[in-house]
């Protein structure tokens, strides 16, 4: 098994999750997708009707939540308390509202501790905004990865008029700045790159593109580490 840690940070529609999927599947390490837990609490709250003001609740069920994955064909299935979810975190609801559940000290504390587990027993690439300044700090490869908001905003757009849902776009990109400014003034770990990041700007880049360019960083950190 490949012991290499990967910390992919960045911003919304930045191309994290894709090409996340992609290269760990390439390198051989898991894949953990650590906005799909903060989207899992998010959804959870929603469905028990808790104020997303209610820091103690909201900590409360982030210590008590059960999040699965399990890996399919295509990418990987989410499952909270045993109960599918993969489309249902997707949804512009939990979009509108995991900024809000993620800036909650708590519930940063316990799925950092996850994550961290996670990484203690299996090589990882791991997406999120605070993966490489929090997370795993000592990972052996970190990347920021980028793009212009209007650039992140028309794939958005794009992906979702591909799915058949009206959309838009200037309410997306509306969503999608308002979403990374909460993200990166938040008090608790906010999203910031980290010093030590690479910074892979990926606007006008297909993806074929930013794998081919990930898979070079990754590479050489490995031939380093070994
Ligand atoms: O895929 P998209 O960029 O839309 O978002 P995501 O990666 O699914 O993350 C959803 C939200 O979770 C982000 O906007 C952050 O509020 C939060 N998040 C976080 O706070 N820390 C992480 N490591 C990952 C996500
Ligand atoms: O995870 P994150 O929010 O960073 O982005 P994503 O969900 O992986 O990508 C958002 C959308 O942009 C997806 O529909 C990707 O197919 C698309 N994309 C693209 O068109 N070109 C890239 N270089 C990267 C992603």
Not at 3 to 24: M, N
Not at 66 to 87: L, N, W
Not at 154 to 160: A, F, S, T, V
Request: glycine residues 6%; negative net charge.
């Amino acid at each position: 098994m490949n012991t290499l840690r990967v910390a992919l940070d960045g911003p919304a529609g930045a191309g994290k999750s894709t090409v996340a999927k992609r290269v760990a599947a390439a390198l051989g390490v898991a894949y953990v997708d650590t906005g799909a837990m903060y989207r899992a609490i998010t959804w959870k709250a929603l469905q028990k009707g808790i104020e997303l003001h209610d820091e103690v609740a909201l900590t409360e069920l982030a210590d008590s939540i059960h999040i699965d994955f399990k890996p399919r064909s295509v990418g990987q299935a989410v499952f909270v308390d045993g109960e599918e979810v993969t489309d249902a975190i997707r949804s512009f609801d939990v979009t509108n509202n995991v900024s809000a559940v993620s800036a909650v000290s708590g519930v940063r504390v316990a799925m950092v501790k996850l994550q961290q587990d996670i990484a203690a027993r299996t090589g990882v690439l791991m997406d999120g905004r605070d993966i490489g300044t929090v997370v795993l700090p000592n990972a052996d490869v970190k990347i920021w990865l980028t793009a212009s908001v209007e650039a992140r905003a028309q794939r958005r757009y794009q992906e979702l008029l591909g799915k058949g849902i009206a959309c838009d776009f200037e309410q997306i990109k509306e969503d999608i700045q308002r979403r990374d400014d909460y993200d990166a003034s938040r008090e608790h770990s906010p999203m910031v790159k980290a010093d030590d990041a690479v910074v892979v700007d990926t606007t006008g880049m297909s993806i074929d593109e930013v794998i081919a360019q990930i898979e070079t960083i990754c590479h050489s950190a490995q031939a380093q580490k070994s």
